[in-house]
């Protein structure tokens, strides 16, 4: 963004390529003479800007900081791996981290309150990402005030999947007389209970079906059910309130979702999971099923084994329902509207999103690329591979969705006002000491609540 910088990059590597090039082993700082040498680096720090960034472990690496680092001297990255409560720290001190990690939830509540900046004239600029060739799941990351999906450009997520779709460890099927559809077979949601009840009663497996993220992502499957449905949404037309109770699709939805634990069939609180979602396990056989996107056969490409084993299976549709298979996650970075260096901030983003780092992770499989003009990078080495990828060409036309998430619901990373409720009253509900309609009209009651506190705060 700034030709100041890409030309003290150029030159001063010039001049340290030409000083080994003369000296070899010979110290820069004995060939040019002790001013010059100590000029040097004083120039580097004298313009240095440092951008903070909170992202997780494994979505970026200090070799790759490093690397940008020797092509951009002046732009210094302060890595800050992701902590809820640190970041709401510096987000309450005024001083957030200048890019940060987030999933498509939390933006429209972001970009309501100001937190974060529209960055349209950055991508109407830029040399590395073209808007044209980004992937509808990147719609997530507009806004317009009111509607998610329009308006201005807030960031863009760094890969993403159709998330519907269910893996199945088919070693654990064997001799079950159970039908495993084909990479891009239609099957119903009927058909997964009754593979799970057939698991269950086989004992091949301690959990049967990651439901939504150990739960953590349940009202997203839920709002994803419902456009699979049809049906009125989970939240009103304003965003001012929770429609469940009275929404008998949303009902069913939680009910059929609600089986699972009351069969201790999930990795919910009823039926508890060391690791916290299904990922090892899976690899590890302890956990036959679970509805995850694409990115999660990288999980599974990890173990030779659990490649050799599992099937990638298109999403589940409802009888009478839409063939659809949005993302629910969307997981990408936003720059703070509080940055003081978003020249700086969004060098680092473009770099990222669009230079060598994006076309590496296009390559291992972690989900699909952001840009379109990536795909001819996905993995197809081995057979899962390419079954995977046979049910990601069928599912992508199925993916233009986006769904409408509420910016009044504010949460902590990725875990809502929703999930935290459901997650509470779930025991409960399990052991029968609340009836469903009770604990469905404690969640709706919670999740207002929080609706209210998120509208006036």
Known sequence: MSNGI????VSRRKLLAGAAGVAGSVAVGSLFGPELAAAIPRRRLAG????????????????????????????????????????QAMLAAGTPPDLFRVQAPLVPQFAKRHQIKNLDSYFAQSDLIHPADLTPANNYYKFDGKTIGKGSRYGMVKDWSPDLTVFVRTDKLKG????????????????LWDIALKLKKAKRAKWILDVANSLGWIDRQVMALLVAKGAKPLYSADFT??????????????????????????LGPENPNADGWSGPGFVKGSVAMTQYGFWFSGQVSSDKTAAANTRMLVAPTWKGGKNVDPTVTATGWVMAEATKHPDEAWTVFEWYMGGKPARDRAGIGWGVPAQQSLFDRIPQTNTFQKNAFKTLMHELPRSNVTLKF????????????VAQSYSKHLPDAVKGSLSFNKFMSNVEADTNRAIQAGKNG
């Open 6 to 9: 890409e030309e003290t990059r």
């Open 48 to 87: 240095a800007t440092t951008v903070t960034l909170m992202t997780n472990n494994g979505e970026i690496s200090n070799a790759d900081i490093a690397a940008f680092q020797d092509k951009n001297p002046n732009i210094n990255i302060q890595w800050i791996v992701t902590d809820g409560p640190r970041f």
């Open 176 to 191: 079950l007389k159970v039908h495993i559809p084909g990479p891009t077979d239609a099957w119903t949601y009927d058909d």
């Open 241 to 266: 309130k929770m429609n469940l109770t009275k929404n008998p699709a949303a009902m069913q939805i939680f009910q059929y979702l609600f089986r699972y634990s009351q069969q201790k069939m999930d």
């Open 406 to 417: 509420d910016p009044n619901l504010i949460g902590l990373a990725d875990l809502t006002a």
